[in-house]
């Protein structure tokens, strides 16, 4: 489904036109936008392609019959108000929770689902160009906190970091910059494993107004959760900006048991 961020300004507006329900022919929408015909012909060409609008055939007396137009479902998801303020709401009366446990079981929920979202959308795409390229899907870990054994490890990194640009580029679309590097060390001496573990670099935070709203590091863990939720396994936020340093690093577990930190508690 298209987001209101890909979608040119000019279009949006006569999305915003048809926002009532109401349908509306060509001569209303260029009274109302103030544009030629032309250009309202080309935004509803446009529009219609992309299954924004519908368009139906209207019949009067013994003239030509016109077309009138109105938003689709996913056209009306389009034009909908801006969900910022209602998270940044939300986000503080989540935090503000007395009950800790509910705190914790809201917030990992919440991880779960953004992460699964972006799990089942590089599982597609690597799906996809799997069927495009005529080569087998490779078998990516799926189960959450799976972890492998120490002697294959070295040969699943190249899938490891194939998969983190998958999920890299999903998070592209959500305006969250990411950047996929190999960790220079080689934890487990195997020579094989010299390029080392693949991890996610966000130079910022991807959400800074919700981040600012709390003291604690609850947005830092959350992202952490989410993705190694869409990851397959679990990852520590190995750096963190917060600390002063350059980017926020998640780095996977390769091998070894760590205790995750409790969502508000510093986890960098």
């Known amino acids: 489904m298209p987001s209101a961020d890909s979608i040119r300004s000019v279009d949006s507006q006569l999305l915003r036109a048809l926002g009532d329900g109401k ?17 309202v012909r080309q935004r509803l060409e446009r529009l219609l392609e992309s299954g924004l609008i519908e368009r139906e055939k209207v019949v009067s007396g013994r003239g030509r019959p016109a077309f009138e137009y109105r938003l689709t479902e996913r056209g009306r998801w389009c034009a909908g108000a801006d969900p ?19 705190r914790l079981r809201i917030l990992t929920g919440i991880a779960r689902r953004l992460g699964q979202g972006l799990a089942s959308e590089a599982t597609a795409s690597v799906e996809q160009a799997s069927q495009v390229a005529d080569v087998p899907t490779p078998n990516f870990p799926r189960r959450r906190h799976q972890r492998l054994p120490a002697g294959v490890v070295a040969t699943t990194n190249s899938g490891l970091a194939e998969r983190m640009r998958m999920i890299g580029d999903s998070l592209a679309k959500r305006r969250i910059a990411t950047r996929i590097s190999f960790h220079p060390g080689n934890p487990l001496g195997h020579p094989e494993n010299q390029l080392g573990l693949p991890v996610l670099d966000l130079p910022s935070c991807p959400y800074p107004a919700l981040r600012d709203a709390t003291h604690d590091r609850s947005m ?32 996977p577990e390769a091998v070894g048991t760590a205790e995750s930190p409790r969502l508000g508690e510093a986890s960098g």
Do not use: K
């Not at 509306?24 to 109302?32: K, N, P, Q, W, Y």
């Open 23 to 39: 349908t509306r022919g060509v001569g209303e929408l260029i009274a109302t936008l103030g544009v030629t015909a032309t250009a």
């Open 84 to 102: 910022a303020e209602l998270a940044e709401a939300m986000w503080q009366e989540i935090l503000e929770l007395a009950d800790e446990d509910v």
């Open 220 to 251: 830092c863990e959350l992202e952490r959760r989410m993705l190694s939720e869409a990851l397959g396994g679990p990852v520590q936020l190995s750096s963190c900006v917060l600390d002063g340093d350059s980017v926020c690093r998640f780095t």
